[in-house]
């Protein structure tokens, strides 16, 4: 399998994936982002790490430590060691459901907040991923094309996912995958 989709997510939250302490993401939309805010717009794409707009402070307390050391390498290039594919996604248009899911997801209660008051449009995503992680990452060039404030970029080259490993087991993620629904109430 190969894949030319990428989802920007904090640095943080790419090394939490691929240490296999979360599998939920939590999504509004940048600020370049269609009218609509964020969409699942795909089921299975990379995780672009980026620092920008990345602050410990938006990180629950556990998860502060993914901070340092998080930064890429270059301005110049990107390095892709994270596949995720989304097994459930939810439009939350709760605050004490998000409340509930405290714990499962790195962001910090005033960060969710934030997020699901942002813009006066009471709601957050929460995408629920299996994520497999490379054991050495993929570096590409960071281009002009990946700019801008958008949760998608299409990478000019197809990735290939070979040797990509999950970074939770089975029994473990089906454990998340039903705690969260649990929490949830779906």
């Given amino acids: ?33 269609r009218r609509g805010g964020f969409d699942v717009e795909h089921r299975a794409f990379w995780i672009f790490p980026t620092a920008f707009h990345q602050n410990a402070d938006e990180l629950a307390p556990g998860f502060r ?7 890429p390498a270059s301005r110049d290039e990107v390095r892709l060691r994270v596949f995720a594919e989304v097994v459930e996604a939810f439009k939350i248009e709760s605050l004490e459901v998000m409340d509930r899911l405290a714990g499962l997801h790195p962001m910090a209660p005033e960060t969710v907040k934030a997020r699901f008051e942002y813009k006066n449009r009471p709601y957050l995503h929460v995408v629920l991923v299996r994520a497999r992680t490379l054991p050495e990452p993929i570096v590409i060039p960071n281009t002009i094309g990946y700019e801008g404030c958008v949760s998608w970029v299409t990478l000019d080259d197809e990735i290939p996912t070979a040797g990509a490993v999950p970074a939770v087991g089975d029994a473990e993620f089906e454990a998340v995958r039903r705690e969260v629904l649990a929490r949830i109430g779906a």
């Fill in 65 to 71: 430590d993914l901070i340092g050391g998080a930064e």
């Fill in 1 to 33: 399998m190969a894949s030319r989709e990428a989802l920007k997510e904090w640095a943080s939250v790419e090394r939490a994936l691929a240490a296999g302490r979360v599998s939920l993401l939590v999504r509004k939309g940048g600020i370049s982002e």
